[in-house]
Structures are given as structure tokens and as C-alpha cells.
């Protein structure tokens, strides 16, 4: 089974700027989860969709949104990047059915430069 | 605020040592995950434990899940350079919101 994938895996970006990140999940998992990694502040949430609904959410603002289409591919949004923003962000999917998204499978991750 | 604390930080042993990592927490999880995660690339899961008490081997990593389900440790024995990485403990806890939480990470470099 092909694992997650992610698109891209590096990018450049300015200031003010926005980017929009892509995730497969592996087929047959249904919940897709975002996060940001850094290495001051570690992994951290970002949202968690199921079934094209955004199920949970973390402490971001509103800049970063997600969605999740039928085939559970889901894509992540940052509007007027910040210099903050510059992180490794990750996607993992999991099979999840009961609210308990346990046992993630994450893809190889976008590097995110903002300058 | 949930927070997984792990300790130690950093941890650097010569190769064919053993080490114990920890992952503490206030709350209980009805689950709680080892991944390892090398430079550039996403974390891999390791394990998951879920009864209170719980061993599990994976080769040479032995995985405990604390009997109050509150925290986990992860020994290696005779640690090997291909040992190296970054290991998170996760969890989801059983408070009435979901959350599923990341710990803060212990980096293990194991020297040849």
C-alpha cells in the first residue's frame, strides 16, 4: 500500500505571501491531520479532518485553513505568511472511525521557507 | 493545558549501551503511541499501547505503558548507530474533547 504523500516536499515563499500545501492520504484512511513542526516550539496540531469535515482544531489562527475533498485528499492553507511560519508541516492520515485518530501514518512532510 | 513531557531532552550513548526514555503526563490516555523520526522526514509509528501495564518488545525497544495510563517509557538495549533519531511520544487522552497530543521529543544519538 503507498504510504502518505505530500506536494511539495520544499518551498520557498515571501512575506504577505500565500501557499497552499497538498496531502494524499494512504487509501482507505479517512481522517487526514495537519501539523507544524519547529524546532522550538516541537509538533504541534494544527486541524484534523474526517469525511470533509474538520473534526478538531488547534490553537492557529485564522490564516491556516484546511479542507478535505471526497477521495480524502485534503489540502492546507496559509494566507499572508509570516516569517513564523517557516516549519517542517506534516500530514498524517489514520483509519480512524471513532473520534480517536491513534496510529498515524504521516507523509514525508513540506519544508516551508518564508523570507 | 495536556502536556506529554518526555525526558531526557537530548541523550548521546556509545554504541551497544542501553537507555530508558520517559513520557509523563497529568492526564490519562486511552492510547499512547511511539514514533521515531529521522532528519527531513515525518515521524514513523513504532508502537501503541492501550491497557494499563502493558508491555510490548519491538527487537531490541521494550515499551511500557504505565498502569494509571498516564505515562510510557521505551528501553533500548545494545543501542546501534541505526538507533539515532528523534522519539515522540503521542497520545489521545480521554478527556471529553479529542485531542490527540505530540510529546516534546527526546533526540537519542548513539555513537559507533
Known amino acids: 500500500k503507498a504510504g502518505v504523500t505530500q506536494t511539495p516536499r520544499y518551498l520557498i515563499k515571501t512575506r504577505g505571501q500565500q501557499v497552499t500545501l497538498s496531502c494524499s492520504p494512504i487509501?482507505?484512511?479517512?481522517?487526514v491531520s495537519w501539523y507544524q513542526q519547529t524546532p522550538g516550539q516541537g509538533l504541534q496540531f494544527l486541524f484534523e479532518?474526517?469525511?470533509?469535515?474538520?473534526?478538531n482544531k488547534g490553537n492557529f489562527p485564522g490564516r491556516f485553513s484546511g479542507r478535505q475533498f471526497s477521495n480524502s485528499r485534503s489540502e492546507m492553507n496559509v494566507s499572508t505568511l509570516e516569517l513564523g511560519d517557516s516549519a517542517l508541516y506534516l500530514c498524517?492520515?489514520?483509519?480512524?472511525?471513532?473520534?480517536?485518530?491513534?496510529?498515524?501514518?504521516f507523509g514525508p512532510g513540506t519544508r516551508l521557507t518564508v523570507t | 493545558t495536556q502536556l506529554l513531557e518526555q525526558s531526557p531532552q537530548f541523550l548521546s550513548i556509545q554504541e551497544g549501551g542501553n537507555l530508558t526514555v520517559y513520557c509523563n503526563s497529568s492526564?490519562?490516555?486511552?492510547?499512547l503511541q511511539w514514533y521515531r523520526q529521522e532528519p527531513g522526514e515525518g515521524p514513523v509509528l513504532l508502537v501503541t499501547?492501550?491497557?494499563?501495564?502493558e508491555v510490548k518488545k519491538l527487537k531490541r525497544l521494550t515499551f511500557q505503558f504505565g498502569d494509571a495510563r498516564k505515562d510510557s517509557s521505551l528501553h533500548i538495549t545494545a543501542a546501534q548507530p541505526g538507533d539515532t533519531g528523534l522519539y515522540l511520544c503521542?497520545?489521545?487522552?480521554?478527556?471529553?474533547?479529542?485531542?490527540?497530543?505530540f510529546g516534546t521529543g527526546t533526540r537519542l544519538k548513539v555513537l559507533a
Open positions: 498524517a492520515s489514520s483509519l480512524s472511525t471513532s473520534g480517536s485518530s491513534y496510529e498515524q501514518y
Open positions: 487509501s482507505g484512511h479517512r481522517s
Open positions: 479532518y474526517f469525511s470533509e469535515t474538520q473534526r
Open positions: 492526564s490519562v490516555f486511552s492510547s
Open positions: 499501547v492501550v491497557t494499563g501495564g
Open positions: 503521542a497520545g489521545d487522552t480521554t478527556s471529553g474533547t479529542y485531542k490527540y497530543i
